[in-house]
């Protein structure tokens, strides 16, 4: 049987929510999955239809569903998202970097920004104060430079 009210659903279902979340060893942000959890809790309670069964089953198998989608989206965009740590630059030589990209097709400027903004770690507005521009016109030289870099990558592969 369905409780009478959402809250009465929270008060009585919140040990299975944080068994659910230990069960899927969930510490790191637990308050987001807890969140999740209770997202799962509500719409469960929304959508139990009263004949066909036992509600608390419908809630646990509707929360665990629903933290496991929510930790496939996450790892799923780690994957894709996932910075290359610095360590990994590092074991490339500075020469090696800089040789593995056409400079000929960028202006000074551009070259200036580019090489700064990435192996010096420069902020654009340091950028631009370096340069004596705007951060707009700092910016619109990485956008550009990144355009004419790519487009020659692509040629020369």
């Known amino acids: 049987m369905k409780p009478r009210t959402f809250e009465e659903a929270v008060q009585q279902y919140e040990p299975m929510l944080k068994a659910q979340l230990k069960s899927l060893s969930l510490y790191r942000d637990l308050e987001d999955y807890y969140q999740c959890a209770l997202v799962a809790l509500w719409k469960a309670y929304e959508q139990f239809e009263e004949g066909k069964g036992y509600f608390g089953a419908y809630a646990k198998q509707t929360v665990r569903g629903y933290l496991l989608v929510q ?26 970097q800089t040789d593995l990209l056409d400079w000929d097709v960028l202006s000074p400027e551009q070259c200036h920004v580019i090489q700064g903004h990435f192996y ?36 020369v592969m």
């Open 120 to 155: 010096g770690g420069k902020s654009m507005s340091c950028l631009a104060q370096e340069m004596g521009l705007s951060i707009h016109q700092v910016r619109y030289l990485h956008r550009t430079a990144l355009k004419l870099l790519q487009a020659s990558t692509t040629r």
């Open 71 to 96: 930790l496939q989206r996450e790892r799923r965009h780690e994957e894709r998202f996932a910075a290359a740590p610095h360590t990994m630059f590092e074991m490339i030589p500075a020469e090696e």
